[in-house]
């Protein structure tokens, strides 16, 4: 049965890609965007060899900012918006903005101004081009403009906090708001079509450049989340939104008490019922975003971490098999193109790997777990095969300085000996890894701008376990430094990528 189910139709073309979301890219404006700064990280790309760029999920986030917990798995992020389009459409002039705003609130208003000029203006090319991207995404965009309404008109409180009739979808009420508050809707269904319409002439400018953009789809949603709002019969809870057991990973490399993510985990049984509706949706939106598609935590298709949802670490969970297996078979049966990737770190069994095996995905080694000592270490480039994406480090790690120069991170005289130097300083240490990285049998490597950059810890994305100061890494063009740009671009030339 292997053989029906495979992902030739992912380009298997050697080659590197980098790692940066677009809330890292520099701009004037607060935060990255998907504006000009996105156009000129593609030429950069294209002009140093480099022929992919992974990103971070890109749905809205909460207050946390983080894109693993978005308010909807098919949504983009509106602060993503880029401005400077706004201002080239005349739909913006940010000089009416008060400038003393903190960015979010800036770019929000910015958002406003422009959206009650868009609509008051009632250009005809403009409103048949929204009508037809409200037709195309009705899914889920009614859904997510009324859940957004709602979250505004009740001070941002999560759904399961919200009055009886919002909390549980009582039509009479629906209706009703769908008329009070629909100034707020059509606000939002502007933003989302300014989202996609600003990423899609993106994509095309990174086709044009031979670039192909990597996406990620994390596995679970975010309890406070159109999704789990609208359709909750497809998550283990009852309708108050309460739950006996929650999502999360057991203790690791990471954190001595897991990860207790709190995520809704799904009622698998009414999801077969449906014949995995709700995730063929959501695959269709993730293809029409990216050419490639990691799902993140993969082995949660395998089994879940069901975690007591009265605990407050993950020390006390379980492995539950769920049926991820019939839902892949769902998916290559339902489309044409699945180009997958399986993020598949962490707690892995013999099962896992025979799930990713049978449907020919490829997986993840990063080399900052490598050097433990062992020279069976599955992320040792000699173990590396050519189905593997190889990473320097990911989202999730110290940039490659960082962990270079704390040697509490690995076995400094292995690495010494595996590399073939004596005595290695931290800058040489990197190199080698970058070196290892992009001379890796593994088709495609990927290096997280950071380590372009050959930046150190105080540059890091995310510190997984924590809720606070992660995601908020930019990076400026000042600090690549020319002689590194050139280095890499060899290296891509030596190993051929």
Not at 94 to 116: M, V, W, Y
Not at 120 to 131: E, I, M, R
Not at 146 to 166: M, Q, T, V
Not at 400 to 409: I, K, L, R
Request: negative net charge.
């Amino acid at each position: 049965m292997g053989s029906e189910f495979s992902t030739d139709n992912l380009n298997r073309q050697r080659r590197a890609g980098i790692l940066l979301h677009p809330t890292s890219l520099p701009g004037p404006y607060y935060g990255g965007d998907i504006g000009h700064g996105a156009y000129r990280f593609i030429e950069f790309l294209s002009a140093s060899g480099f022929k992919v760029w992974q990103v971070l999920p890109m749905g809205p986030t909460h207050e946390d900012r983080s894109p693993y917990q978005c308010l909807s798995a098919h949504a983009g992020n509106p602060l993503l918006v880029s401005l400077d389009w706004l201002e080239d459409r005349g739909w913006l002039n940010k000089n009416g903005i008060d400038s003393a705003f903190d960015k979010e609130s800036f770019r929000l208003a910015c958002l406003h101004q422009a959206g009650d000029y868009f609509y008051k203006q009632a250009d005809k090319k403009w409103l048949k081009k929204l009508s037809q991207f409200v037709e195309a995404n009705k899914l889920w965009l009614d859904e997510y403009a009324l859940f957004i309404a709602f979250k505004k008109k009740y001070n941002n409180l999560p759904w399961y906090e919200w009055p009886k009739g919002e909390r549980h979808c009582d039509k009479n009420i629906i209706e009703q708001a769908r008329d009070s508050l629909k100034d707020t809707i059509r606000q939002t269904v502007f933003e989302q079509f300014c989202f996609f319409t600003q990423w899609h002439e993106v994509r095309e400018y990174a086709k044009q450049h031979k670039v192909e953009i990597f996406g990620d789809m994390p596995i679970f949603v975010a309890r406070d989340s159109a999704d789990v709002w609208a359709q909750r019969k497809n998550f283990l809870m009852d309708v108050e939104g309460n739950m006996q057991h929650v999502a999360g990973v057991p203790p690791d490399a990471f954190t001595e008490t897991g990860q207790r993510w709190g995520n809704p985990l799904y009622d698998w049984d009414y999801m077969q019922q449906t014949h995995f509706e709700w995730w063929k949706q959501r695959f269709e939106s993730q293809l029409r975003l990216f050419d490639i598609v990691r799902i993140d935590h993969f082995r949660g298709l395998q089994a879940s971490w069901y975690i007591p949802a009265s605990d407050e670490t993950a020390i006390n969970g379980e492995w539950v098999v769920v049926p991820g297996q019939k839902l892949l078979e769902e998916m290559f049966a339902s489309f044409e193109n699945l180009p997958l990737v399986a993020e598949d770190l962490g707690v892995i069994t013999d099962d896992v790997i025979k799930l990713k095996r049978h449907f020919k995905l490829p997986g993840m080694k990063v080399l900052q777990f490598a050097f433990d000592g062992n020279s069976l270490n599955p992320h040792l480039p000699h173990m590396h095969e050519q189905n593997d994406l190889v990473y320097s480090g990911t989202h999730d790690n110290d940039t490659t300085p960082g962990w270079a120069e704390n040697t509490a991170n690995y076995n400094l005289d292995y690495f010494n000996a595996y590399a073939s130097v004596d005595n290695s300083k931290v800058e040489q240490r990197v190199w080698e890894i970058l070196k290892m990285t992009l001379s890796s049998v593994s088709f495609l490597a990927i290096i997280p701008m950071q380590d372009i950059l050959l930046l150190g810890s105080d540059s890091r994305m995310n510190f997984p376990g924590t809720t606070e100061g992660n995601w908020s890494w930019r990076f400026d063009w000042q600090q690549l430094n020319p002689a590194a740009k050139d280095k890499i671009s060899n290296m891509l030339k030596t190993y051929g990528r």
